[in-house]
């Protein structure tokens, strides 16, 4: 797996992060009476915004210039948070935030890090192929309820629907859009921060410069790399 | 559940096939397991597939957009390497379940052979997101109704032109048209001077 850049979400915080896939249907077109049948003809890409981004401090700026530069117009490729914590899955219902962990005799890494641990721990149950929109997930600490979520494996995204049923602590539920890469039995899938592997929605989406008073409220848009996730699934790239 | 169909197309070369779907997003397994790259038709594609289905179009231009610069390159060189003209082109629907899943075989809708394959890449204006470039492929299929003695590309040469008028015309005399080209090529045209 190719090393993706994640956006530093801790620094560079949306005010905002709508994230959704956009669903794709062809229509006719609407009747006189006021009815439009579509069909649907696609399962969607995500579109990932992250709204007002604050640009305060010099670090800031100069981390944001230096993502632009990295990711160069529309072609690069970054993970972007799509992150729910309203609805996330906190086994005591509340958000909660990243775990930190020493080694087993109390001690940290050499400077000071400890292991970061999210704070729910949700795994596949059994290999989930691509193409799939249905899969099963093993809950091992979180909230009893799969239903309506956004996770991550891989820094590829999906949101869950409907639950198609509940065998003791195994989860069937629906999924979109269509799994990308092959998800294998006990995979650890991110709940916490999920994130999506994207591109820029324009070249010079992450437009900046000084201004008088020093802030920068900056939107910018993301598109799911989906030639990315294509030439994963046909194993292009690894 | 919804209404839902996927449009898939092969291209079958002389040593792979390319599949793709209309789809923005990602990939698509069939039932017997092939994987469909998503690139996104152009606006009027459906519509030229419905008139090449028909039978009213015996040509089908089929633009596929959303395709980076590079697999616009990578197409290219592929088409230089190795000739396609001629290679099966077929259009299927493929009707999927309720979980999205193909269900049974999909429907042939289309099928041609490819004539010509274009690439171009052009300087799009555009107010909000700024100017770009874009690659555009297009496929042109034409289908058993087409009425086209040579293939694209291809030179008409003196004999094919004596040919072609010998079957036309059969009893005209012998088609002369590229052995008098060459004498026009000095030749002065003087404008009427009453």
């Known amino acids: ?238 | 559940m919804s209404y839902n169909l996927r449009i898939l197309c092969d291209a079958i070369l002389p040593d792979r096939t390319i599949r793709v779907w209309d789809g923005s997003g990602r990939v698509f397994l069939d039932g017997e397991g092939n994987l469909y790259r998503a690139a996104q038709f152009s606006e009027d594609a459906l519509q030229q597939i419905e008139a090449a289905i028909n039978g009213e179009a015996y040509t089908l231009s089929l633009s596929l957009i959303a395709l980076p610069q590079m697999a616009g390159d990578e197409v290219w060189e592929y088409d230089e390497a190795t000739p396609i003209s001629g290679s099966k082109f077929v259009v299927k629907l493929q009707t999927v379940d309720e979980y999205e899943q193909p269900e049974g075989e999909p429907e042939v809708v289309f099928t041609g052979l490819i004539d010509n394959l274009a690439v171009t890449d052009q300087g799009v204006e555009d107010e909000e997101e700024g100017d770009r470039w874009e690659s555009i492929i297009t496929i042109e299929v034409t289908n058993r109704f087409t009425l086209r003695t040579l293939a694209n590309g291809a030179v008409l040469s003196d004999v094919d032109q004596r040919e072609r008028s010998k079957v036309l015309n059969p009893s005209a005399p012998d088609d002369e048209f590229c052995t008098r080209v060459p004498t026009l090529l000095s030749k002065t045209v003087r404008w009427p001077n009453w």
């Open chain 1, 1 to 238: 797996m190719a090393e993706i850049l994640v956006w530093p979400h801790k620094l560079l915080k949306p005010s905002a992060n709508p994230a959704d896939v956009v669903p794709f249907t062809r229509s006719g077109g609407r009747t006189l009476g006021g009815t439009k049948p579509a069909y649907r003809t696609d399962l969607g890409h995500w579109r990932v915004d992250l709204q007002d981004v604050a640009l305060v401090t010099t670090a800031q700026k100069r981390t944001w210039d230096a993502i632009s530069t990295y990711l160069s117009g529309a072609s690069g490729r970054i993970a972007v948070p799509i992150w729910a914590i309203d609805t996330a899955p906190y086994a005591s219902g509340q958000p909660e935030s990243t775990i930190e962990v020493t080694h087993s005799d109390g001690s940290t890494f050499s400077d000071g890090t400890r292991y970061a641990q999210s704070p729910i721990a949700i795994v596949s149950s059994g290999v989930t192929a691509i193409g799939a929109t249905v899969m099963s997930m093993r809950i091992i600490n979180g909230a009893q309820d799969l239903s309506g979520l956004r996770f991550s494996y891989n820094h590829v995204a999906y949101k869950t629907g409907q639950v198609l049923s509940i065998v003791d602590d195994i989860w069937t539920v629906r999924i979109t859009p269509s799994i990308a890469q092959l998800i294998p039995a006990g995979a650890d899938l991110e709940f916490h921060r999920p994130t999506c592997v994207c591109n820029l929605a324009s070249d010079n989406a992450m437009r900046r410069g000084m201004n008088a008073d020093g802030v920068e409220f900056i939107s910018v848009s993301f598109l799911e790399d989906t030639r990315y996730l294509s030439d994963l699934a046909a194993g292009i790239v690894a």
